[in-house]
């Protein structure tokens, strides 16, 4: 990941301070240190934190006042707001202030743009990295429990005697069965490795002699190969993905120091 990603820490003083004041719920008032104590017991932390990272990610992004503009409009859209009253009703019932839902909104297209700013350079290298396993087939199996048997059906096909739909339906013992054994578009990458191999082996059209994974003969024949392309949406996907990861992965470094310090 970029070395260029923030590297702030969330230290305890910084959580408490935001909670100086007791809050009441149910004629009951809660401390900080309850508070503190409620968000570990419910779980909560990791996602406080995370939000707290995020802020902290995007807090140099600038966006101009015509995307600020834009980006409310897209949320109030999102939410069904299409009137003041609704918009007041809704940040009532929110307990929150318009100011407060701008913020917010906002936030997306900064994080938006931070992801791009700081793995947009690196997309082309992760691309040619994942891409046989992005690579999607369309394939038909079928899946048997006796070698005797899938080999005489194998046999059956190659010859015309009968058709792969036709074997399907009336012996495969998986899911595949229900459509004539086709499967697909699935991606390589979800894809059990030893039917990957051969997978790539063999051409369109082709079906490969019976052979064994895990605990089944299965029959294989690969109907489409469909290589993914470097388009705007798997470009998305990957910086979401690579990003997604940075951030999983700092939100329990964080979670250790705030432990260590409690």
Known sequence: ????LPQETISHQDFSKSLHKSIEIKNHKFSTEEI???VFAYGIMPQLVKEII???????????????????EEVL??????TNQKLVTWLERQCMTKAQ????????????????QMLGSKVNSTFWEQKTKLDRVIYSLIRLKDFCTAQELYF???????????????YSQGIESETGGLTGPVELGSIHPSLVK??????????QAPSVIGEWIVLVRLEKFLPVKLDLATEQRLIDESFNKWLEETVAQEMLKIKAVI
């Open 156 to 170: 059956r096909i190659k010859d015309g005697e009968n058709s792969f739909d036709e074997i399907a339906k009336e």
């Open 101 to 116: 839902l701008e913020i917010r909104a906002q936030r997306s297209l900064k994080l938006k743009k931070f992801k791009q």
């Open 77 to 82: 859209q999102q939410l069904g707001i299409d």
């Open 198 to 207: 051969i997978l790539t082996s063999i051409d369109p059209g082709e079906i």
């Open 54 to 72: 995020l802020d902290q990610s995007t807090a140099e992004i600038v966006i101009t006042a015509e995307e600020q503009k834009l980006v409310f």
């Open 36 to 38: 503190v104590e409620r």
């Open 1 to 4: 990941m970029p070395q260029t």
